[in-house]
């Protein structure tokens, strides 16, 4: 897997990911500030004094923008929802993995229902992402009022997936809004996973670019 960090400081160019072939995963994203030497150049020393400094949901924007797609924009202004940190001068600091797209296997399982993932004999699982919500009308629809099926723009990325799955051969998990969260109150939801199978000596070559 190939790894690469961006940053983009306010009021410069947007974040923007392009996968040559493959699509992304969002792996970590801060805006705030963490230390006192990114985007620090031509900044007072007070400015740059508050390295504890970030705000809260940046990474769920990222991956409900990014995750699953062969290229992605995301500036600054989609992110500040709020100031965390008042007179700081802030960045935003993500990191992303590209994984190949074609034969890539999925789950989906209805809610109460069980997600189950598998791979072959000698690979492992690897979960590339994993959305709990709904994002259509007739996706574990079966049986379910019409009221419980009319919101479709309820999504809500969870990692709990690859923190059961990822590195085994074959992996259950649970669906419930217990463990996810709730996105959407009265909607019945599904998960979707996405998840590549790799050897388990060597990690599966991929670019970004």
Same mark, same amino acid.
């Not at 963490?34 to 150049?41: F, K, P």
């Not at 709990?160 to 709730?182: E, I, M, T, W, Y």
């Given at each position: 897997i190939?790894?690469?960090?961006?940053?983009?400081s306010l009021?410069?160019? &947007?974040?923007?990911?392009?996968?040559e072939?493959?699509?992304?995963? =969002?792996? $970590?994203a801060?805006?705030g500030?963490?230390d006192?030497e990114t %985007?620090?150049?031509? #900044?007072?020393?007070?400015q740059?004094?508050?390295?504890?400094?970030?705000?809260?949901g940046?990474?769920?924007?990222?991956?409900? /923008?990014?995750?699953?797609? /062969?290229?992605?924009e995301v500036?600054?202004t989609t992110v500040? *929802?709020?100031?965390?940190?008042f007179?700081i001068?802030k960045?935003?600091?993500?990191?992303?993995?590209c994984?190949p797209a074609?034969?890539? &296997?999925s789950s989906?399982? %209805?809610?109460?229902s069980?997600?189950?993932?598998h791979?072959g004999?000698?690979q492992?699982?690897f !979960?590339? $992402?994993?959305?709990?919500?709904r994002?259509d009308?007739?996706?574990c629809?079966?049986g379910?009022?019409a009221s419980?099926?009319e919101t479709?723009?309820?999504?809500?990325? !969870?990692n709990? !997936?690859a923190q059961?799955?990822?590195?085994?051969s074959?992996?259950? =998990? #649970? =669906?419930?809004g $217990?463990l996810?969260?709730?996105?959407?109150?009265?909607?019945? *939801?599904?998960?979707?996973?996405?998840?590549? %199978?790799?050897? *388990?000596f060597? *990690?599966?070559? $991929?670019?970004?670019?």
């Amino acid at each position: 897997i190939s790894f690469l960090s961006l940053f983009s400081s306010l009021g410069c160019f &947007p974040v923007w990911w392009v996968t040559e072939s493959g699509v992304i995963t =969002v792996q $970590s994203a801060l805006y705030g500030r963490a230390d006192r030497e990114t %985007c620090s150049e031509g #900044k007072p020393a007070q400015q740059l004094s508050n390295i504890n400094c970030y705000q809260l949901g940046t990474l769920d924007v990222f991956k409900r /923008r990014c995750d699953g797609k /062969r290229q992605c924009e995301v500036n600054t202004t989609t992110v500040r *929802k709020s100031d965390p940190c008042f007179g700081i001068f802030k960045y935003l600091d993500t990191t992303y993995a590209c994984h190949p797209a074609q034969s890539s &296997p999925s789950s989906v399982a %209805c809610e109460d229902s069980y997600a189950n993932l598998h791979c072959g004999e000698g690979q492992v699982i690897f !979960v590339s $992402s994993a959305n709990y919500g709904r994002r259509d009308r007739t996706t574990c629809s079966t049986g379910q009022p019409a009221s419980q099926v009319e919101t479709v723009t309820c999504s809500l990325p !969870v990692n709990k !997936v690859a923190q059961s799955c990822d590195g085994k051969s074959s992996c259950s =998990v #649970k =669906v419930r809004g $217990s463990l996810f969260g709730d996105p959407c109150f009265g909607t019945y *939801k599904y998960l979707e996973v996405t998840y590549t %199978c790799q050897s *388990k000596f060597s *990690k599966a070559p $991929s670019d970004c670019w």
